[in-house]
């Protein structure tokens, strides 16, 4: 895909990460499954990492034999621009660095340009964090998901408009209701999980319990 060649030339200026996560791996990319998703091989390792980007979740390529469509593709292929198969990776995370299905959740850089920010801002991917999060991270995250929605970029654009969140998506597909609660990054305010719609996309955060919603600095309504 074209469409990210001209758009590198800024990105690589003003998305030069700063990147204070304790842990790292570079490698070379092998594959790029969908939007959020990519696998690295680190070199002199038989092992392939796959790698769920932090902080961004794009639509479902295939997810228990459904898919998002042209969306997806959309969004995976610009991540493909971003870090085709052959660049090579920086991936940093923490202790908290892995996800439910052992992915390395982490921050990309590739080219000097850190992808999870390039998804978030040109709008092919929704702001998407479960704490334990790092809040100066998200709060850096939910702003740059907010000019996308605002400026209708990508995944926000009306053609997209009828397209359902990649959460919300996977909880339909397997007929479930969201579990988690839902917090405010800006208000600080707690939500149920059926209360989701009243918090903007770009500012949502979840919590697995009250407890530590309420550790973090955030209240029920």
């Given amino acids: 895909m074209r469409f990210a060649s001209k758009l590198l030339i800024g990105l690589s200026i003003s998305l030069t990460p700063v990147l204070g996560?304790?842990?790292?791996?570079?490698g070379r990319i092998v594959d790029v499954h969908d939007g959020d998703t990519l696998t690295v091989q680190v070199p002199g390792e038989a092992k392939k990492y796959k790698i769920r980007m932090?902080?961004?979740?794009?639509?479902?390529?295939?997810?228990?034999?459904?898919?998002?469509?042209?969306?997806?593709?959309?969004?995976?292929?610009?991540?493909?621009?971003?870090?085709p198969v052959g660049s090579t990776a920086t991936v940093t995370y923490d202790t908290n660095g892995f996800d439910k299905h052992d992915r390395i959740l982490?921050?990309?850089?590739?080219?000097?340009?850190?992808?999870?920010?390039?998804?978030?801002?040109?709008?092919w991917g929704y702001f998407y964090v479960i704490f334990p999060f790092d809040k100066k991270v998200i709060a850096e995250y939910s702003d740059l998901a907010e000019q996308a929605f605002?400026?209708?970029k990508g995944l926000f654009s009306a053609k997209y408009s009828n397209v359902e969140a990649p959460y919300e998506f996977?909880?339909?597909v397997r007929n479930q209701q969201g579990l988690n609660l839902v917090g405010d990054i800006e208000t600080k305010a707690l939500y149920s999980p059926s209360e989701s719609d009243q918090v903007p996309v770009?500012?949502?955060?979840?919590?697995?319990d009250q407890t530590l919603a309420e550790r973090a600095g955030y209240k029920r309504k």
């Fill in 150 to 152: 605002e400026n209708r």
């Fill in 106 to 123: 982490g921050r990309i850089v590739v080219n000097n340009v850190e992808v999870n920010r390039a998804m978030l801002s040109e709008g």
């Fill in 170 to 172: 996977r909880l339909h």
């Fill in 21 to 26: 996560l304790a842990d790292s791996i570079m």
């Fill in 54 to 83: 932090l902080g961004v979740d794009t639509p479902e390529v295939e997810f228990f034999q459904k898919s998002q469509g042209e969306a997806a593709f959309m969004a995976r292929d610009f991540l493909r621009s971003l870090a």
């Fill in 202 to 208: 770009y500012r949502r955060v979840f919590f697995s």
